[in-house]
């Protein structure tokens, strides 16, 4: 008996030992590795290396590739056609739907899906007349038809919105295909097009002396039903994984790859229901709140001829270092930036990600910058007041040898070139 015991305590002893080790393994695992094992980038560094020799359309320097007039052959006019999904959000979606039966967690999916694809073209002045189109990929198994019938309607629900406001978007159809082999839930994306005059394509040329108007991602703008977190839809995959815990790998395994190590899976504290302080949305609404547009403050703010605009900037892939890849020889500075919300100090407290990295990856209540000469800030902070969008001016452009961002926050500074 006395050697049985012995045995077991030695055998505990290992185990506590060797869970130890993993856990200060992943304590210490920089956020990098952390990326690569969930088979995630925060840069794309890849894909962009792979599409580097493709050709940049007509003006190189326009957020989004410009063609030219394929349709009619007017040297007049450009077309600008973007396609683009609602990434690994639909993951989180899938499980807080399971988890709580709220089914019309999917319309908002739509819409994620949908203004990753037509806040870029704004950023290049297509803001009317618009095309979509949907791709829906499935695994039947796991998604019923009820939800590809939410995805349709939140899809309905967004055009009818825009078209309150003005803006033309005609939903084309699409494709709803059934391919369990490929994926674990669902994948929802667009592809959207749009023809417009080219003397209002808006091409950056970011210049020394503009201001830097930053637009916020979160709050209830006047076209918007319920309070926006400001999440958006980029760093999904690190958000859910490093926020919610171990219970969603336990429950919901098709909801992840399989082939990520177990240490980096769902590493966080949250269930989806779970208060959160500070805010009235559980931690499921926050990280899940729809992808803010844009569209309808762009529209005005293009359309009145009294404004110069030198550089649209959508936050989304890259985040605040996003900017790099739209200049030449000068230095920004955002140094007025807004306080992040609740969402993204949920994020970084649960990840202990550093604030270098945060601003990398997250708009962090941010999402949107219009570069411009002093002069016309008055007039796109009036405008963007009367969407109910806070904005103010947030950083300044300098001269410099290279091209390099600067953005100072919490008496940092966070440095990318």
Known sequence: MAQYQQKNTHILLINHIRLTQNFNQLCGMSKQLKYDLRGVSASKDEVHKAIINLDKGIYPNAFCKILPDVMAGDPDFANIMHADTAGTKTALAYMYWKE???????????????????????????????VISNTIGRNKSVIPGEVIQKIIEGTIEFVDAMQAQGINVIHAGGETADVGDVVRTIDVGFTTYARLPRNQVIVNDIKPGNVIIGFASYGQATYESVYNSGIGSNGLTSARHDVFNKHYADTYPEAYDPNIPKEVVFTGSKRMTDKVEGTTMNAGQLVLSPTRTYLPLLKTILENDSIEVDGLIHN?????????????????????????????????NESKTDLNEMYKVFNMGCRLELYCNEQHAAEVLSIAKSYNIEAKIIGFVESNQGEKVTVKVNNEELVYT
């Open 100 to 130: 709580t039966g709220e089914i019309d967690v999917w319309k908002g999916i739509a819409q994620d899906a949908l203004v990753m694809n037509i806040d870029d073209m704004a950023c290049v002045g297509a803001v009317h007349h618009i």
């Open 316 to 348: 989304s892939g890259g985040a605040h270092s996003k900017v790099l890849k739209f200049i030449k020889d000068v230095h920004v500075v955002k140094d007025k930036m807004f306080l992040p919300p609740v969402v993204f100090n949920l994020i970084q």
